[in-house]
């Protein structure tokens, strides 16, 4: 079954430290793979995607992702975080079924804390 | 630009009474996206709408739960007969090239069943 997994609930960094956020996927062929951010009280905003090319995506804000096709993984980092980064960050895959393809998976989401 | 616009941004209402919900999309987005968030819990797909295309309504929860989408811009999510689980923010999308996965969203309507 097409899955997408945020193993973290939370992650909490220093403002001014390299921040990681991790999702893996589980799908068949080749995976089209976002971000998505969650600000408090705001709607998610579009961060990044892969679908082709360099493994190292970078999207708004700073961000980047890296992808990683042997161990299925699709990890958000950032070298320095900022307190205004603290939000909840969804990573989502597009569903490869057949007729489905313009559906998103999302995994449940990952609470980022910035303390100062 | 305008951005998907969703109303009301709070609705509170009686156990058993019918809630509308209204999306605005961004203009010329051919795919609109309803989502349901619980508190703490991720989002709930609930139904798709592509241009003239018969909706993907493969994501409502029960027969209480219908939207419609008119003319291919504003639609409607209708809940009839309220029950307190269906307490969550509802979120709208749209997307201008649907397979692209990129969706835009908007704030949300957060709906309290009393």
């Known amino acids: 079954a097409q899955s997408v997994a945020q193993p973290e609930d939370q992650v909490n960094v220093a403002e001014g430290n390299p921040l990681t956020v991790k999702c893996t996927y589980s799908?068949?062929?080749?995976?089209?793979l976002f971000w998505y951010v969650q600000y408090p009280n705001r709607g998610l905003q579009f961060l990044l995607k892969?679908?082709?090319?360099d493994n190292l995506v970078k999207g708004s804000y700073g961000f980047e992702a890296e992808f990683n096709k042997s161990q299925t993984s699709f990890h958000l980092k950032k070298p320095s975080a900022l307190v205004s980064d603290s939000a909840l960050y969804f990573c989502?895959?597009?569903?490869?079924?057949?007729?489905?393809?313009?559906?998103?998976?999302w995994g449940l989401g990952t609470s980022l804390a910035v303390n100062p | 630009g305008a951005g998907v616009s969703q109303s009301p941004s709070n609705k509170v209402t009686e156990k058993g009474k019918d809630v509308e919900l209204r999306c605005d999309p961004i203009?010329?987005?051919?795919?609109l996206y309803w989502y349901r968030q619980s508190l703490g819990q991720g989002l709930e797909f609930l139904i798709y709408?592509?241009?003239?295309?018969?909706?993907?309504k493969s994501g409502l929860p029960s027969d209480r739960f219908s939207a419609e989408r008119t003319g291919g811009s504003v639609s409607t999510l209708t809940i009839q007969r309220t029950q307190q689980e269906d307490s969550a923010v509802y979120l709208c999308?749209?997307?201008?090239?649907?397979?692209?996965?990129?969706?835009?969203f908007g704030p949300g309507t957060r709906l309290t069943v009393l």
């Open positions: 999308a749209s997307s201008p090239h649907p397979t692209s996965g990129e969706q835009f």
């Open positions: 799908v068949s062929g080749n995976p089209y």
């Open positions: 989502a895959v597009r569903d490869m079924e057949a007729g489905n393809n313009r559906k998103l998976i």
């Open positions: 203009s010329g987005h051919t795919a």
């Open positions: 892969y679908i082709t090319g």
């Open positions: 709408f592509q241009g003239n295309s018969a909706p993907d």
